[in-house]
């Protein structure tokens, strides 16, 4: 059973938290964690779910709008996406044919039938240092007073949490050496893999990629159709048309505004690390990733 936990930082920034066999929880995840993790341990998997998992500010609304379009056929916006982290299992169960479901949990704590090859996942990983900032710029947006009550932080006190793993969902290096482990172990080809500065340089190969993946309409004028409707500025049009307050943002957000698409660049981190933190972050990020499959581009 999770416990409510207070970390702080140097600066005596802090957030709460719970905690749950060593990993951090957000107030909003499902029961008392433990009854939903075993509940999402032994789901009903169907063949043609999709799964995608992300590390948070990852580009998880940027991949499920890409699969979603790509698995109806149609470039309607699709929203933000339904988590399994949030969404109880009975509501997941009902959901109809073909289901898109997201989640910042790592693949080992995903449903058995999907590690065994059941359903299909797509990840997109993304720099650690926008990464930072996204997280930074989009807590900062959330103005509900729960959020007030709970978190309060500095950029160098979030940095602290973030380099620490005192943070939901852990450090974004265990997040990516968890990745790194299913590469080499897992045995099914049931994975796609996306780096999200990669698809900010050829979004159609991606969209190509994903459309042959998921086994989906490979049509050329409807995948350059995808592929428009999927550049950050439109998204960014379409999400504003779309939002109701009335969304799940509604227990974070009372600023009526979607907090998540802000730039949508790579290289934004350069406006909030300083030289000495950009320096120790490289250090430990060489440290980290030496034996990671996985590269990616920092501008
Ligand atoms: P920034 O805060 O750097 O702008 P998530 O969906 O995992 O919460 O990730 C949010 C981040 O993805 C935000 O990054 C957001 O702007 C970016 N994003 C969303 N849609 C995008 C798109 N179509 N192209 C590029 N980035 C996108």
């Not at 590390?55 to 698995?71: D, E, F, I, V």
């Not at 989640?103 to 996942?121: A, C, I, N, W, Y």
């Not at 490979?218 to 350059?224: A, G, I, N, R, Y």
């Amino acid at each position: 059973m999770a416990e409510p936990v207070t970390v702080r930082s140097k600066d005596g920034s802090f957030m709460k938290m719970f905690i749950y066999n060593g990993k951090y929880y957000v107030a909003h995840f499902v029961g008392n964690v433990k009854d939903h993790l075993a509940a999402i341990e032994t789901m009903e998997v169907r063949e043609d779910d999709t799964f995608v998992l992300t590390y948070p500010k990852s580009g998880t609304h940027w991949a499920y709008n890409l699969a979603g379009m790509l698995r109806t056929g149609k470039t309607t916006y699709q929203g933000s996406p339904i988590f399994l982290d949030y969404t109880d299992i009975e509501t997941i169960n009902s959901l109809p044919s073909p289901r898109l479901l997201a989640s910042h949990l790592t693949f080992d704590f995903m449903p058995k039938q999907l590690r065994e090859g059941k359903g299909k996942v797509l990840t997109v990983l993304r720099n650690p240092k926008d990464v930072m900032s996204s997280l930074y710029t989009f807590v900062k947006k959330l103005d509900h007073p729960d959020f007030y009550e709970r978190y309060q932080f500095s950029w160098d006190g979030l940095l602290e949490f973030f380099m620490d793993g005192k943070i939901v969902y852990g450090t974004w290096f265990d997040y990516v050496q968890n990745w790194d482990k299913v590469r080499r172990e897992h045995k099914e080809n049931n994975i796609l893999y996306f780096i999200y500065e990669d698809m900010k340089q050829d979004l159609l190969s991606h969209v190509n990629k994903l459309a042959a993946f998921l086994g989906t309409s490979c049509e050329q004028d409807f995948l350059h159709k995808v592929t428009e409707k999927c550049t950050f500025k439109n998204m960014a049009i379409d999400a504003t048309k779309a939002y109701t307050p009335s969304e799940q943002w509604k227990t974070i957000s009372t600023n009526q505004q979607l907090p998540i698409y802000r730039k949508g660049e790579v290289g934004d981190w350069k406006n909030y690390f300083t030289v000495a933190q950009n320096e120790h972050f490289d250090e430990v990020y060489e440290e980290k990733m030496k034996n990671s499959m996985f590269s990616f581009r920092f501008v």
